[in-house]
């Protein structure tokens, strides 16, 4: 039985990785700092609540263990990577250098990080008919933020460990996922979730206010594609960043005009064009997870949008959200 280690194992990528591996018969420990309750249906042989930015924690987590799934990140949407920067930087730097160097005295066998497209440069990202990012694009690097920084640091000090310690490593970009149990308030939100909530909590007829004019295009991918190119990625032999995203590039105004359909409101936009917005123009390029991984996104962001807009409605109507105290904190 492999043994498997997925921290921010409490979060949502990492929820939904572990529960899949979990059904597959594997052993998997998940750690996180906090576990929400809203997770439902136990998804793990053993659950760990600690504080990675602690290098003895990380040691005793990665003992025993065959491959690392590290998921674990002080992160948020736009509105969060926007306006915090150093603790960001402080608290992601210091669970990256640990958890791969607990790695390695721990002679665990492979290891997966998982960074970001945020760490692409801000010059080849400034309209909103972007071509799609390759993985070549990273450099010269410019990302437009403090997070995509400490991503494409910690891209390099895989590399290192690779070279120096001969470790087997896979460093994988994701590109916007998205779905049921993400987060969908407290400031920590992104785009899909932030509007499904929006249009959730309107009245009917009713409004709602899009950060930005609107105009600026990305690329959504959904949770459990994200997943099986995530698994895809570690049981495969390369050994670079690579990208797991969606090429399907639409703006925020028609993300939000098929959330408004969804829920068959009827809803006017309106526009806060002081908020934060981040690049003009983001979409994916996946041409090497097709020839690598032999993976593509199957899950369409309508039918996508379907699912994660009636979790997040149905999270509201309930009324019980824990989410509030324990992201608010950080803004
Ligand atoms: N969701 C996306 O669209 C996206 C895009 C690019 C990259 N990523 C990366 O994927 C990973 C998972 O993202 P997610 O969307 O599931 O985010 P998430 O915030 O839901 O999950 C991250 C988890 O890490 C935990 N964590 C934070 N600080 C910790 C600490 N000191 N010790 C232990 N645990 C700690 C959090 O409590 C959280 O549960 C992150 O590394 C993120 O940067 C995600």
Not at 190 to 210: H, M, N
């Amino acid at each position: 039985m492999v043994r498997i280690l997925v921290t921010g194992g409490g979060g949502f990528i990492g929820s939904h990785l572990a529960r899949e591996l979990y059904s597959q018969g594997n052993f998997v420990r998940i750690a996180d700092i906090k576990f929400d309750d809203y997770i439902s249906n136990r998804y793990y042989s053993e659950k760990m609540e600690l504080d990675l930015r602690i290098f003895k924690n990380c040691l005793a987590l990665t003992k025993d263990i065959d491959r690392i799934y590290n998921l674990a990140a002080n992160m948020g949407g736009i509105g969060f990577i926007t306006a915090i920067g150093a603790e960001v930087m402080h608290d992601n730097t210091l669970i990256n250098t640990h958890m791969i160097e607990a790695a390695k005295q721990n002679k665990v066998k492979r290891y997966l990080f998982s960074s970001s497209a945020c760490i692409y440069p801000t010059y080849k990202q400034m309209i909103s008919e972007v071509k799609g990012l390759r993985e070549e694009d990273a450099y010269p690097a410019d990302p437009d933020n403090f997070y995509g920084w400490e991503k494409l640091y910690t891209e390099k000090m895989c590399e290192a460990y690779q070279r120096d310690c001969k470790m087997d490593i896979r460093i994988l970009r994701y590109h916007n996922i998205y779905g049921p149990e993400g987060t969908y308030m407290g400031g920590r939100e992104k785009s899909p979730a932030a509007l499904c909530r929006k249009v959730a909590e309107a009245t009917d007829p009713g409004s709602i206010v899009i950060w930005g004019d609107g105009k600026q295009t990305r690329s959504y991918c959904y949770i459990d594609d994200a997943v099986k190119g995530t698994i895809a990625l570690m049981e495969s032999n390369y050994e670079k960043p690579i990208n797991i995203g969606s090429e399907q590039l639409v703006s925020i105004d028609e993300l939000a005009d098929m959330i408004i359909r969804i829920s068959g409101k009827k809803i006017r936009k309106t526009y806060d064009l002081s908020a934060p917005q981040g690049v003009r123009g983001r979409n994916a390029d996946i041409t090497l997870a097709r020839r690598a991984l032999n993976w593509q996104p199957e899950i369409t962001l309508e039918t996508g949008l379907a699912i994660t807009y009636e979790w997040i409605k149905s999270r509201l109507e309930k009324k019980t959200d824990s989410q509030i105290e324990t992201s608010t904190q950080f803004i």
